[in-house]
């Protein structure tokens, strides 16, 4: 079993920065790709971001390309999201995900491709 916890939401102006970080417990062997969702309010959970346990396959979200990135420390344990330029539309719930893989340069991009979920972490970006 694999816990997730996520840290680093909180209330910023648009245009600001924000950096969230996922640490996984409870595994072993490091294999595990990982990612970033988001839901807000009405709406259904998104893609946001996702990386292989390499390092080496990264995906992300149109709405974010440029703006957002994604990392994951050597021990391969913690997954790091730096947003940057952030808007009111980034407003959401934001959850880390990660699922055990095989393939060191698989990196998920749907909801389907991970098993484990964090409880989520609120960012607020005001106008």
């Known amino acids: 079993q694999v816990q997730l916890a996520e840290s680093g939401g909180g209330l910023v102006q648009a245009g600001g920065s924000l950096r969230l970080s996922c640490t996984a417990s409870?595994?072993?062997?490091?294999?595990?790709?990982m990612g970033w969702f988001r839901q807000a309010p009405g709406k259904e959970r998104e893609f946001v971001a996702g990386i292989s346990w390499s390092g080496r396959d990264i995906r992300y979200a149109d709405s974010v390309q440029g703006r957002f990135t994604i990392s994951i420390d050597n021990a391969k344990t913690t997954v790091a999201l730096q947003m940057n330029r952030l808007k009111p539309d980034d407003t959401a719930i934001y959850s880390c995900?990660?699922?055990?893989?095989?393939?060191?340069?698989?990196?998920?991009?749907?909801?389907?491709?991970?098993?484990?979920w964090g409880q989520g972490t609120q960012v607020t970006v005001s106008s």
């Open positions: 995900a990660a699922v055990y893989a095989y393939n060191a340069d698989f990196a998920g991009g749907k909801a389907h491709d991970y098993e484990y």
């Open positions: 409870g595994r072993s062997g490091g294999r595990y790709a």
